[in-house]
């Protein structure tokens, strides 16, 4: 395995040195006044990147799957009705989750592909006369996939059905890579992980509470312990944590926000964009086909794309990991073995990308798929270069 390519799993992804040098601390005291330099502040830069002027923010020592248990069970209680869509390996196991923690499910299954269904949502809660649904869970961003929801539409659809249950959302794969609007969206849990759009290493979850989700916390009936946020809350008000906080990430997690913010959250999301369109021009170079259905589901941090019948998509991830050295996602779940992944989110430029795509089609003619070398790069490369960009604004006078 080399060291010096790229990743394009869709996390953890590539970390920038600034951040691995930000991470890599000597001890501090996590219990004198210097923490609440890092804690304060990190928690202060999340909050601007959810677009939020007035979410809690909770960092915890864990991943993203600490912070779907954070929602649920700082918010809920045992019996309690979850609406949820069913469309990928993610929402698949946040639905899991839920069940194992005793939450009544109405699951909406969908095809792996599609995006979630915000008009069948609305039927549903405008159903609900009785108010039993207490949250709809929601995953911005299927990684599975590939294919991105419109929160803006089932939060509408919510309030066309002037239904008062949470609206909590997976954004692990979109969150500082995607737009994403905590405010905007009326979103009362978001989620998400160190390890993706934060370009960090794995180790935290980081969590933003709505004033009602917080309102919540005062009568959910599930247990939690290590996830509870009025302990939290409590360590923050001393600028200290109910346990040992990773103190090294979180420092890492307020360089990679001012990363972030240097750049520019819209020029972030603008590169995400244009890298992902030059991926796809890749794909149907190719003569293949993403796995999501269609242009306005398209994921701008990963796209997985489905190799033809009777070919093992594995194969293509396998080999290029021997041979190349360079790793791509496995498809897993219902499309294990139909859809390989391409991850193209976080630390991430165009030249970056390139060198994926040509690895990826190596390795697909390696194995005997009917693809040109080059054909996909060739794709990327007329939509990424430069004199592209002047002749559309020639042509646009
Ligand atoms: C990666 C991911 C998760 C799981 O996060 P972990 O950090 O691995 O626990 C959950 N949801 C989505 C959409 C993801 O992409």
Not at 7 to 15: A, E, Q, Y
Not at 327 to 337: N, W
Request: aromatic residues 8%; glycine residues 10%; charged residues 20%.
């Amino acid at each position: 395995m080399s060291f010096q390519n790229p990743v394009f799993i869709p996390g953890p992804t590539n970390i920038p040195e600034s951040l691995r040098k930000a991470c890599d601390m000597p001890t501090i005291d996590h219990r004198s006044p210097l923490f609440g330099t890092i804690l304060h502040p990190a928690r202060k830069a999340v909050q601007a990147i959810l677009k939020s002027t007035s979410a809690e923010v909770f960092i915890f020592p864990s991943t993203g799957t600490g912070g779907w248990e954070t929602a649920i069970t700082n918010t809920l209680s045992e019996g309690d009705t979850v609406l949820v869509a069913r469309n990928g390996m993610f929402s698949h196991r946040w639905i899991d989750m839920c069940e194992r923690h005793g939450l009544e499910l109405i699951i909406v299954d969908v095809a792996w592909g599609q995006g979630i269904p915000a008009d069948r949502f609305e039927e549903i809660l405008t159903g609900d006369t009785a108010h039993r649904i207490k949250a709809v869970l929601a995953t911005h961003n299927e990684t599975a996939t590939g294919v991105v929801s419109d929160i803006g539409a089932i939060r509408h659809a919510m309030d066309a059905a002037g239904h008062p249950a949470m609206l909590m959302v997976d954004g692990v794969s979109s969150i500082a890579s995607m737009d994403f609007r905590f405010d905007a969206w009326g979103v009362d849990v978001a989620v998400t992980g160190s390890q993706k759009g934060f370009m960090l290493p794995p180790g935290l979850a980081i969590v933003g509470f709505s004033e009602k989700a917080m309102d919540a916390t005062k009568t959910a009936g599930l247990h939690r312990t290590f996830f509870d946020v009025h302990d939290m809350m409590k360590g923050y008000a001393n600028s200290a944590y109910p346990y040992t906080p990773a103190v090294g990430l979180m420092n890492g997690l307020n360089e990679a926000c001012r990363m972030l913010m240097d750049e520019g959250l819209e020029t972030v999301f603008a590169r995400h964009h244009r890298i992902a369109e030059g991926v796809r021009r890749a794909v149907w170079a190719w003569g293949l086909e993403l796995c999501a259905e269609s242009p306005d589901v398209y994921s701008d941090t990963i796209s997985a794309v489905r190799t033809p019948n009777g070919f093992n998509a594995t194969d293509i991830v396998t080999h290029a990991a021997s041979t190349y050295g360079v790793a791509f996602g496995v498809g897993l779940g219902d499309v294990a073995g139909k859809v390989f992944r391409i991850g193209h989110l976080g630390s991430l430029t165009e030249v970056m990308t390139l060198s994926g795509i040509a690895t990826a089609e190596m390795c697909m003619v390696d194995l005997g798929l009917d693809i040109k070398l080059g054909s996909g790069v060739a794709a990327a490369q007329e939509y990424y270069r430069y004199g592209s960009e002047i002749e559309q604004k020639v042509a646009a006078q």
